[in-house]
């Protein structure tokens, strides 16, 4: 009876792992965009460059954790 429930706990918890990377997605990109709209109105300049940047790099981060995080899944399948 323990085989069957092992199956169906790593499925849930496969499924737990892919409903979290758009939540996780969201909010690194989102933080690192706020954070930039932070340093543009602190110093102030005309082409808002620290949003532009900063969420670039949290784009850049967003996709790094999602292709770390897929291959950890698939080592565990």
Do not use: C, E
Request: hydrophobic content about 45%.
């Amino acid at each position: 009876m323990t085989d069957h429930q092992k199956p169906n706990k790593q499925t849930n918890n496969k499924w737990l792992a892919f409903i979290n990377i758009p939540i996780q997605m969201g909010a690194i990109i989102f933080l690192f965009s706020y954070f930039g709209n932070w340093l543009d109105d602190k110093y102030t300049n005309p082409h808002n460059i620290f949003v532009k940047i900063l969420t670039l790099v949290g784009v850049a981060l967003a996709f790094y954790n999602i292709n770390r995080q897929l291959k950890d899944i698939n080592k565990n399948s």
